[in-house]
């Protein structure tokens, strides 16, 4: 089936620090990808949707330049956090749609730490 | 606005028992989408069961199934003869025509004992 590969897995960095994280979809090309954090026994929020060869669509509070997002290609997503800080400590996960199946389908996540 | 409500913050039960897990929405759309999903410890989520609004049938998976009443806005999920592997958080989910912006419930955690 098909399937997002997201990384890292876990990123320790010290405050002011940029992370980078990429999301890929192996098997299906995604137009649209998605972004999420969640924070520890929390539900997911939705950060924004990338738009490949677009800008991303940001939800209500997210700081578009705090939190970089980048859809090169097809199959390519990455978040950017930028100067980070403690606070942006999280769970960070993606998603693609695989119009296809109708199925989402989530990266494994990124548990950021920022010391 | 959509909303999502998973009363059950935490569930516990002992293997092969039955577990039911609630899911009440909130939606003015009248084309809609319900999702369930499973997340394990790893972290990943796991896509189990897409339903639109206009299916109303009863859905079975092995020993999974689902019971979507729309005149009650419930889509409530019931594993049958839990089982350890089948303990993680479950989300319930609503979305548009885009699923990727779905609204989700806080999520139920769900621990089976052996």
């Known amino acids: 089936g098909a399937v997002v590969s997201q990384h890292p897995s876990r990123v320790i960095c010290k405050s002011g620090t940029s992370v980078k994280i990429e999301c890929r979809s192996l098997?299906?090309?995604?137009?649209?990808m998605f972004w999420y954090r969640q924070f520890p026994k929390q539900s997911l929020m939705l950060m924004a949707t990338?738009?490949?060869?677009?800008?991303?669509?940001?939800e209500q509070g997210v700081e578009k330049d705090k939190f970089l997002i980048n859809h090169a290609s097809l199959t390519l997503s990455t978040l950017t956090v930028t100067s980070a800080h403690p606070e942006d400590s999280s769970f960070y996960i993606c998603?693609?749609?695989?119009?296809?199946?109708?199925?989402?389908?989530f990266g494994s996540g990124t548990q950021l730490s920022v010391l | 606005a959509q909303k999502v409500t998973q009363a059950q913050t935490e569930i516990s039960v002992v293997e092969k028992e039955d577990v039911t897990l609630d899911c009440v929405y909130e939606?003015?759309?009248?084309?809609?989408?319900l999702f369930w999903y499973k997340q394990p410890p790893s972290g990943e989520l796991v896509f189990l069961i897409r339903?639109?609004?206009?299916?109303?049938q009863n859905e079975i998976s092995g020993r999974y199934s689902w019971n979507f009443q729309k005149s009650t806005s419930s889509f409530n999920f019931t594993i049958t003869a839990s089982q350890v592997v089948d303990s993680a958080v479950y989300f319930c989910?609503?979305?548009?025509?885009?699923?990727?912006?779905?609204?989700f419930g806080d999520g139920t955690t769900l621990t089976v004992k052996p």
């Open positions: 998603s693609a749609d695989d119009r296809g199946s109708e199925k989402l389908f």
């Open positions: 098997d299906f090309q995604a137009t649209t």
């Open positions: 990338s738009n490949e060869g677009s800008k991303a669509t940001y």
């Open positions: 939606t003015r759309d009248t084309t809609y989408y």
């Open positions: 339903r639109n609004s206009f299916d109303e």
């Open positions: 989910a609503l979305s548009g025509f885009n699923a990727g912006k779905s609204t």
